[in-house]
Structures are given as C-alpha cells and as structure tokens.
C-alpha cells in the first residue's frame, strides 16, 4: 500500500514532518499535496520537496480525490475546524498536538471522526518511537512493578514566539510543551484518573502561562511531578519513573528520545535523515508516527493504540483542571 499524504501548512513542523516521511526507505509513503492559506508559500513548499501539487486553499486539500490522509500542521487555533472539514471530506486525518484547547472541543472531533467512518489521531508523536514502545510494554508487563514516583520536566526558552505569548493564538506552556509532561504521566499510569491534581503557573498580564508545575496523584499513592516552562533551557528535560521493581530514565530529550535505560538494560532507536535538514530536536522521529498510521490504515483501524481516543482524553482531562486551578486565559 502508498499512503498519500496531503499536508495542511507550510511551516516548520510541516516541512519537518514532509523531510521525515520521504526519509530513506520509504516504505510506502507519498506527499501528494501541500496546502497554505498563500498559494506562493505553499508553492515554495512543494518546490522544495518536489510536490507535484500545491494549493493556495485547505479546501482543494479536501476536495483532491488522490489523497488518502490528511497531515494538519498549522497553527493550532484552527486545528479543530481543520480537522472536522477534512473528516467530513471524507479523510484521514493526523492532527498535530493540541488538537484542542480543551477535552469538550477534543470529544467533538472525536465523534466526527467516528460518524464519518475515518481515522483520526493526535500527533503525540513520542508514543510512537520505539522507545516509548518499548517503556509502555515494560510498565504493562509487570517489570518495575507498582509505579511509586514519575519525575518529568520541559523546559525551553520559548517565550518570545508568537504562538506562545498571544492568546489569540492558543499562547502558553502548557498546551504546547505541558501536553508532553502530561503524556508521559498518563502513558505510565494507564490513563488512570487522578484522585489529585495540584496546579500551580505563572501568567503573563494577558492570562498567559509562561510556566507550571502540576502534581498527580493516584489512588496506589503514586505521584507524577511535572514541570515545564517556555522561559529558560532546562538542561536536562529528562523523565525518570520509579517502580518498586525498578526505574527507568529517559535520556535528555524524553518527548523525542534516543536512548532510555530500563530494569532489562538500554533500549535506543535511529532516527531517519531527510532530503531536507530538520527545523527541531530529532524530527526524523516523526516518520515512526508517519509509519505508525500506515499500519493502523493497512490493518483497517480507526484509531492508533499508541495515541487512541482515551489516550487524548485522559490528557485533556487533567489540562482541564490545570487551567481551571491555575485561571489561565485559554479561549481558542
């Protein structure tokens, strides 16, 4: 099977995403189409990759029968609508993180999803290397044992980019780099629901947060501490779990690892090098996530089990309350 991808944007993300899934080997991936809001950036774009079609419209990505998936790599204030159109339009669609700024916009995109009969993930794409694979199979197997402590922090200087101080445009920490230290809690804990959630941030004089910390605890007494921030490098933004059988630390890039050192020993994966050089932090691990759909569509699946519908819920669930405890100005 030739997957053919149609992509929303010309971004950054966008063009690294692209670099990934035309990676050596192929297996089976083609960019059939890429789409901008401007037809000259979206034809820069395609030049680049050498996509035969380019468009100044979402909406000819919606109508071209010749595309099987949708990637949605644009701002995330539209990430919602986007998601619906190309649903009804009868596509595929893999939607970068956050999809939503809340569980209630999530759970309508969701139900979309299932009325039209089509496949839909989040783009959590950590889930999807080996890696992580790898660690949710030790945790589900037994080896650490009972989960005691989750450490896990995020922290990059990002503050003065737009879509992280505007409201406007989705702005804060905690939906763009707190979504990661989140996921990493609910992956360890099997979507367990918190029976605490302490939130704490800082705000910017527009209700933005610039940074948190969130504390879950769960009903065995485990405690996940989670910290991220969009004001400073954090050196190393690791995650370290300890089981009463074991621990695991995941190296200094824990949403995009290399490495991680598990009871069993060290587990690595390769990351894929691209036609054209990546805009971020080990991006050629986009294409597991890319590979990752193409499974789920080859055996006939509406959902990833490495990022699945409750997998997405349990996430925004506890943003949920962080924005709630925590006042944040989160209205896209």
Same mark, same amino acid.
């Given at each position: 099977?030739?997957?053919?991808?149609? !992509?929303?944007?010309?971004?950054?993300?966008?063009?690294?995403?692209?670099?990934?899934? /035309?990676?050596?080997?192929?297996?089976?991936?083609?960019?059939?189409?890429?789409?901008?809001?401007?037809?000259?950036?979206?034809?820069?774009?395609?030049?680049?990759?050498?996509?035969?079609?380019?468009?100044?419209?979402?909406?000819? &990505?919606?109508?071209?029968?010749?595309?099987?998936?949708?990637?949605? @790599?644009?701002?995330?204030?539209?990430?919602?609508?986007?998601?619906?159109?190309?649903?009804?339009?009868?596509?595929?669609?893999?939607?970068?993180?956050?999809?939503?700024?809340?569980?209630?916009?999530?759970?309508?995109?969701?139900?979309?999803?299932?009325?039209?009969?089509?496949?839909?993930?989040?783009?959590?794409?950590?889930?999807?290397?080996?890696?992580?694979?790898? &660690?949710?199979?030790?945790?589900?197997?037994?080896?650490?044992?009972?989960?005691?402590?989750?450490?896990?922090?995020?922290?990059?200087?990002?503050?003065?980019?737009?879509? &992280?101080?505007?409201?406007?445009?989705?702005?804060?920490?905690?939906?763009? /780099?707190? !979504?990661?230290? &989140?996921?990493?809690?609910?992956?360890?804990?099997?979507?367990?629901?918190?029976?605490? !959630?302490?939130?704490? =941030?800082? /705000?910017?004089?527009? @209700?933005?947060?610039?940074?948190?910390?969130?504390?879950?605890?769960?009903?065995?007494?485990?405690?996940?501490?989670?910290?991220?921030?969009? /004001?400073?490098?954090?050196?190393?933004?690791?995650?370290?779990?300890?089981?009463?059988? @074991?621990?695991?630390?995941?190296?200094?890039?824990?949403?995009?690892?290399?490495?991680?050192?598990?009871?069993?020993?060290?587990?690595?994966?390769? !990351? =894929?090098?691209?036609?054209?050089?990546?805009?971020?932090?080990?991006?050629?691990?986009?294409?597991?996530?890319?590979?990752?759909?193409?499974?789920?569509?080859?055996?006939?699946?509406?959902?990833?089990?490495?990022?699945?519908?409750?997998?997405?819920?349990?996430?925004?669930?506890?943003?949920?309350?962080?924005?709630?405890?925590? @006042?944040?100005?989160?209205?896209?």
């Amino acid at each position: 099977m030739v997957l053919r991808w149609g !992509i929303c944007g010309a971004g950054l993300i966008c063009s690294d995403f692209v670099s990934a899934v /035309l990676a050596p080997p192929n297996n089976g991936h083609e960019v059939v189409c890429v789409g901008a809001r401007s037809l000259s950036r979206a034809q820069e774009f395609a030049d680049k990759f050498r996509i035969k079609k380019a468009y100044g419209s979402y909406e000819e &990505i919606a109508s071209d029968p010749n595309v099987d998936i949708v990637y949605i @790599g644009v701002i995330h204030t539209f990430h919602v609508a986007l998601s619906k159109q190309m649903l009804k339009a009868g596509k595929n669609v893999l939607c970068e993180k956050p999809v939503a700024a809340n569980l209630s916009q999530l759970l309508e995109v969701q139900q979309v999803a299932r009325e039209c009969k089509k496949f839909f993930m989040e783009a959590i794409w950590s889930r999807c290397f080996p890696v992580y694979r790898k &660690i949710k199979e030790e945790v589900r197997s037994g080896n650490l044992g009972e989960i005691q402590h989750v450490q896990c922090q995020f922290c990059v200087p990002i503050s003065h980019v737009d879509r &992280i101080t505007k409201p406007e445009l989705g702005g804060g920490g905690l939906h763009d /780099l707190g !979504i990661y230290v &989140i996921q990493m809690a609910t992956l360890l804990f099997n979507n367990e629901k918190p029976v605490r !959630i302490t939130a704490d =941030a800082s /705000l910017t004089d527009q @209700g933005v947060d610039q940074n948190g910390c969130i504390v879950l605890t769960y009903k065995n007494g485990g405690k996940a501490v989670l910290v991220y921030s969009t /004001l400073f490098h954090g050196g190393k933004n690791s995650a370290t779990v300890f089981g009463t059988k @074991g621990t695991i630390k995941i190296d200094d890039t824990f949403w995009c690892p290399l490495e991680a050192s598990l009871p069993s020993g060290k587990i690595s994966n390769e !990351i =894929a090098r691209g036609p054209v050089p990546y805009n971020f932090l080990n991006s050629g691990g986009l294409r597991f996530e890319a590979d990752c759909v193409k499974e789920c569509l080859e055996a006939g699946k509406l959902e990833c089990s490495e990022v699945s519908f409750a997998d997405s819920q349990a996430i925004y669930n506890i943003i949920d309350e962080v924005v709630k405890q925590t @006042g944040m100005n989160v209205k896209w």
